[in-house]
């Protein structure tokens, strides 16, 4: 006799433990690109010269590849994680739109050398 086909329910369930691990990954290299650019910025000020291609390019380039895999990581989160609450759901796209936000306006703003 021929065996029934795998039920559906397994293989969704496979995908959304993937999406939440790799939205999971997206959050954690963000927060560490995040880190990495506070820390060029901090030894770009090391010593008696200013190295200002650490401060005008490298930090903010750190800086905006961190915000962007922090908002793809906040937006995965609000979209593909089913079973939480509306009303978190709802303070993650919030959170994502501030993220979006910073990610525009930030790099002038912190790390602009008078």
Known sequence: MMQAPPPVMAAQSSMQQTMTMLVSLC?????????????????????????????QVWTPVAWDIGMLFLLIGILGNAVYRKTTDPLARLLLWLVALVVALLLVTAPTVFFHVP
């Open 27 to 55: 959050v954690v290299v963000g927060i560490g690109m995040l880190a990495l650019a506070g820390m060029v910025y901090a030894y770009s000020h090391v010593g008696d010269t200013d190295n200002l291609d650490l401060q």
